[in-house]
Structures are given as C-alpha cells and as structure tokens.
C-alpha cells in the first residue's frame, strides 16, 4: 500500500509538471503535425463516463483483461504488442501495411503518409487529452506495483493519465480513415485496428476500459475530421494516389 501511495504522489507531481510546461500544440502551433485545433474536438471528458473504480464490476472485468495481457506477453502475440507501442518513426505505418495492402512510408506512399502524420495526432493528442488531464487515472503496471511489456517507455507513461488510451484512439482512427481509403481490405484493416488497442492491455499500460474509450473518442475524431477542408483535401490526394498505384498493380488484393 506504501509504494502504491507514492506511485500516486509521483504521478500526480510529474503531471502537474508536464501541464505547466506544455505548450497548446495543434494546428495553429503545428500545421504541419495536425489537421484540428484543440476546441474543435467533441470533449473526451463530456463524451465519457468516468473510468471504473476499483471493487466496481466493471473494474473486476479490467482486473481480469490485465490477467489475460498478462499470459499473452510470452506469445507471439506478445511480441506484435510490444511493437505495436512504436507509433512514432513509421511505427504505426509498419504496423498497417500489412493490412492494408501496399508498404505505407513517406518514401512509398507520401501523400497518404502525410495524412496518417496529422490523423495519428489528431487522435492521439486532441481526442484524448481533457478526460486524460481530469482523471489522472494510474496505469496497470503502477497499480500493481509491477513491470508492464514495455518497461523503457514506463516513466514517460506515467506522467499522463491511463484513461483513454491515446495509443487505441490512434490506432483505431488510424484505421477508420485507412479503410476509407481501400474499402475492400476494410476487414483486414479494421482488424488490425482493434488489435492494435488490445495491444497497449498486454503490454500492462492501459485497461480495458481505457482502450475502450480510446476508440470512442478515435470515432468522433474521425467524424470531426470529415468536416475539416485541410483533411477533405488532404484525403482526396491519398485517395488519387492510391488509385495509381492500384493501376499499377502494386496493391495486394
């Protein structure tokens, strides 16, 4: 109960730390980076519910979902979990390409890279972050008092909040506007997707509830997205793209 309560008070003094010296980063500060600016997003805090709390059954379900993280680290699917949480340095780019049919890399593919960039920071930055500041929620491996999958990436993890999982919110948006782009891989991209979130409960780093309400909230970035000129324009070049590379015949079926 010690370690856990000072796991608490070191949470909560790095993140008033990284609040204090955060600087509003979005589209009018980073153009390059996003799409929106932070008020444009529907309110992660207003959307949600509040996270599970513990002796609750929805925390029982968590509990259980982090035993079953847990046995699956040694597996295969350990070990694409443990990839799944590079997102930057064409991470989540390697992680779809697969699914979607065609290497997706600057180089490769750069209008629909460049779409992904903004998309990933969209979701992963915008949708998340009021619920994620207000709730402080611990993550797993800190509850526990124990190593998740990823143990180099442990202290920058726990300055922020566990709920929602920023990670899933990327993921899953990630593959909402991929399947818009090739409709016809949409069930290997949309599993990929979902796979992705339950990526960050067997790395210990997130709960179930919070990957759940990771895609919620990647849902209604999405849908906000659609309304945005820079998006709409910046979609029609991945979509002219991906069509000459379909003629080409450089797309797997």
Request: aromatic share 8%.
């Amino acid at each position: 109960m010690k370690r856990r309560t000072l796991a608490v008070l070191s949470l909560m003094l790095f993140s008033a730390m990284a609040v204090a010296q955060e600087k509003v980063r979005d589209v009018g500060t980073d153009p390059d980076l996003y799409f929106l600016h932070q008020g444009d997003v529907a309110s992660s805090l207003k959307l949600l519910p509040p996270p599970p709390q513990p002796g609750s059954a929805q925390f029982c379900y968590d509990e259980a979902q982090y035993r079953w993280g847990k046995m699956q680290r040694i597996t295969p699917r350990g070990r694409q979990a443990f990839e799944d949480a590079k997102i930057y340095d064409g991470g989540i780019e390697r992680a779809f390409s697969e699914a979607f049919g065609i290497e997706i890399s600057r180089a490769a593919t750069p209008e629909i890279d460049k779409l992904i960039t903004k998309v990933v920071n969209d979701a992963g930055d915008l949708s998340t972050g009021e619920a994620k500041q207000h709730y402080m929620r611990m993550r797993p491996y800190l509850f526990y008092g124990e190593h998740s999958l990823t143990p180099d990436d442990e202290k920058n993890l726990s300055t922020n909040g566990s709920y929602p999982s920023g990670h899933t919110a990327i993921g899953w948006a990630t593959a909402l506007v991929l399947t818009e782009i090739n409709p016809s891989r949409q069930d290997q991209i949309l599993k990929r997707g979902f796979e992705y979130g339950q990526s960050r409960v067997i790395c210990g780093v997130h709960y179930q509830s919070d990957v759940d309400a990771g895609r919620v909230v990647a849902a209604g970035v999405v849908a906000r997205l659609h309304a945005d000129d820079g998006f709409i324009q910046q979609m029609a070049k991945a979509k002219k793209e991906f069509a000459h590379l379909s003629k080409q015949g450089k797309v797997r079926k």
